[in-house]
């Protein structure tokens, strides 16, 4: 390369790394104090004042990605119930709580899950993973429910009936799932902890006959605890 022309390259990628440094020592802590301040009066409306926010990682650096810790005294519910409105403010890429706290508050939001969908289907198309229209308000109930589990692992499953070509189906189940997966991030679930797979016939409903339609399903189940990691002053990008 041309020493002049790397000269110049050299020179703008140091003026680019000193105004990102800028921009994050002085524009990353307004951010985060505006996060945090809409985040303290959610908390406050919900019930959860004797939870602390914390908007740093343990390496200091400031994250939109805050841990929850207290409230041990507040029942799963109310836990619960803060969670998903720290969640919910605009800018907030997901919470988690700290330490070993609320295990049971992270299953229910299972159970939350299953009850939703022990009556309904989330609805394709035929023969395709184009999730129908129609299931757009019972997939907003979904991730309503599972935003008290950010945080966790949360496995998105596709399942078929044992019609047709075993290939095809699993094929079609993991596409199906992949769909509802994109579909959650769409509404707020972090995408880091969606896991989407698909197994196609080889779990039918028991005590169901395997060719049985009702076996096309999607299920959702929260595997394993692990917190979001953030990168420093992990700000959103343009939307």
Not at 192 to 207: F, N
Request: charged share 20%; aromatic share 4%.
């Amino acid at each position: 390369m041309n020493p002049r022309r790397a000269s110049i390259v050299a020179a703008g990628a140091a003026l680019c790394l000193a105004l990102s440094f800028v921009s994050t020592r002085f524009e990353g802590p307004a951010f985060i104090d505006g996060l945090a301040g809409q985040a303290l009066a959610v908390r406050d409306a919900a019930g959860g004042q004797a939870v602390s926010l914390d908007f740093r990682d343990r390496y200091g650096w400031l994250t939109r990605h805050p841990v929850l810790r207290g409230g041990q005294k507040l029942n799963d519910a109310t836990r619960s119930r803060v969670a998903a409105a720290v969640a919910e403010v605009p800018g907030i890429g997901g919470v988690s709580w700290g330490g070993q706290e609320s295990p049971s508050a992270k299953l229910r939001c299972q159970d939350d899950v299953e009850a939703i969908l022990a009556t309904r289907s989330i609805r394709f198309t035929e023969a395709s993973a184009q999730i129908d229209p129609q299931s757009a308000r019972l997939l907003n109930e979904v991730a309503q429910a599972l935003r008290p589990c950010v945080g966790s692992i949360i496995a998105v499953t596709g399942h078929t009936d044992a019609g047709g070509i075993t290939e095809a189906n699993v094929a079609l189940s993991r596409a199906r799932a992949e769909a509802v997966r994109w579909a959650l991030i769409g509404r707020g679930i972090p995408a880091d902890g969606l896991r989407a797979t698909g197994v196609g016939p080889k779990s039918p409903i028991p005590g169901l006959d395997p060719y049985d339609p009702a076996n096309r399903r999607i299920e959702f189940s929260v595997i394993a605890s692990a917190p979001v990691k953030p990168t420093p002053i992990d700000t959103p990008g343009p939307s």
